[in-house]
């Protein structure tokens, strides 16, 4: 015969380890007398004890690895497309900025000379601006229409317009990398400086 | 380790990949054990593991960082093999376990400090009709008793795991606890 499911209900209570001090009194007494309702329990403690000492699995040694290998490289116009989907108001603004004041297209075609930011530990070997080993570059470093290895350690954001970086293993940038190489990233790059400044008034209403 | 976690993500927020890596290390067994007890294999362990570490980081900057970042996992892998098990054809993921070589690699794997061949062996058997009747669970038990049983995680946490009230939560073990019970109380 089976007895009401208050006890059970207990057992469950008791299970789940949330039961309180005078339930239990009444559990326990119940199954001191209950030999039907105590092999009931001794079966759901079985169950847990059998359950819970399955052996552990362990992921493949080269797990961690695998995911590594299969991130998205994060690419310039997903991270332009998710910041515009999360600015879109600041990126109207800047965009009109940008365009009134009509500037960039003729920066873009003017700015076509070598250049780079002045760090005295920089080296420049043709069109190439390079980082040395074991360097510590500081500052934000900027080069224009060249190309640039960093081999050392930059302590702030590098940005590469109208050329190429190479990040060498063992080279370092604490800040963000970027390269800026057609007229819509120059836009885009304008944009965000343009943004940077404007984020201040929004950032108000944006909460 | 929850503080080294909260660095690691706000690292990977800022665009460094690679402080991505200690982040999956730190819960990669646990993630592919929900996987192996949810779908029966290794093979569709690692496969959701890594679907699973690979949402997270896609999707890092939508955590919240003032919650516990475990729980937030859990519910992205828990969530990714309720699918595929909704997906599956039911008969293929009971034999999935019984008939192939997936006992083997567990019994090579069994623990280092060696118990006697028999005991061993009886202990494989026992494993392996846990692992069936579990997998016999409708999804909706088996997530519950494996988040409990297998992650030993609180009552609480599941409930955040599966946006499911407290109270469901309880009556799904209660259940789960049952249909398990009744399976295995001669074993
Ligand atoms: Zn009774």
Redesign the pocket.
Same mark, same amino acid.
């Given at each position: 015969m089976k =007895?009401n499911d208050e006890?059970v209900d207990l057992m469950h209570e008791y299970l789940d380890e949330e039961i309180d001090p005078k339930n239990e009194m009444i559990l326990r007494e119940?199954l001191k007398g =209950?030999k039907? =309702?105590e092999t009931l329990f001794n079966e759901y403690k079985k169950t847990i004890a059998v359950v819970k000492g399955t052996s552990r699995m362990q992921a493949p040694p080269d797990f961690t690895a695998k995911v590594m290998a299969s991130l998205p490289k994060e690419k310039k116009k997903v991270g332009m497309q998710r910041w515009l989907r999360n600015h879109p108001l600041i990126a109207a603004a800047s965009l009109f900025l940008v365009l009134m004041t009509g500037s960039v297209f003729s920066t873009w075609n003017q700015e076509r000379e070598f250049s780079v930011s002045k760090q005295d530990n920089l080296v420049v070997q043709n069109d190439t601006v390079i980082v040395p080993e074991g360097e510590v570059v500081k500052g934000d470093v900027i080069v224009r229409n060249g190309k640039l290895k960093i081999e050392g350690e930059v302590q702030g954001n590098v940005t590469v317009i109208n050329g190429e970086q190479y990040l060498a293993s063992a080279g370092h940038v604490t800040g963000q990398i970027e390269e800026v190489n057609a007229v819509f990233d120059w836009i885009w790059y304008h944009m965000k400086k343009t943004a940077f400044d404007v984020i201040d008034i929004f950032n108000e209403s944006e909460k | 380790m929850d503080a080294l976690i909260k660095k690691r993500i706000k690292q990977v927020i800022k665009g460094d990949q690679d402080a991505f890596a200690d982040i999956v290390e730190i819960y990669s067994n646990s993630i592919y054990q929900l996987g192996y007890r949810m779908l029966g294999n290794r093979h569709e362990a690692e496969d959701i593991a890594q679907e699973a570490f690979i949402r997270a980081y896609v999707n890092i900057k939508s955590f919240n960082q003032d919650l516990k970042f475990s729980t937030w996992l859990f519910r992205i892998a828990t969530n990714l093999c309720i699918d595929r098990i909704r997906k599956k054809k039911p008969d293929y993921y009971l034999d999935a376990e019984v008939s192939g070589t997936d006992g083997l690699t567990m019994y090579s794997q069994l623990s280092s400090n060696a118990p006697l061949p028999e005991t061993e062996l009886e202990s494989l058997e026992l494993q392996e009709s846990v692992q069936k009747e579990i997998l016999k669970l409708p999804e909706k038990y088996r997530s519950v008793i494996v988040l409990k049983y297998i992650e030993e995680l609180s009552l609480n946490e599941i409930s955040e795991i599966l946006d499911l009230p407290l109270g469901t939560v309880k009556t799904r073990i209660h259940r789960g606890r049952e249909a398990l019970r009744q399976q295995l109380r001669y074993v």
């Open positions: =007895c006890i119940h =209950c039907e =309702c | -």
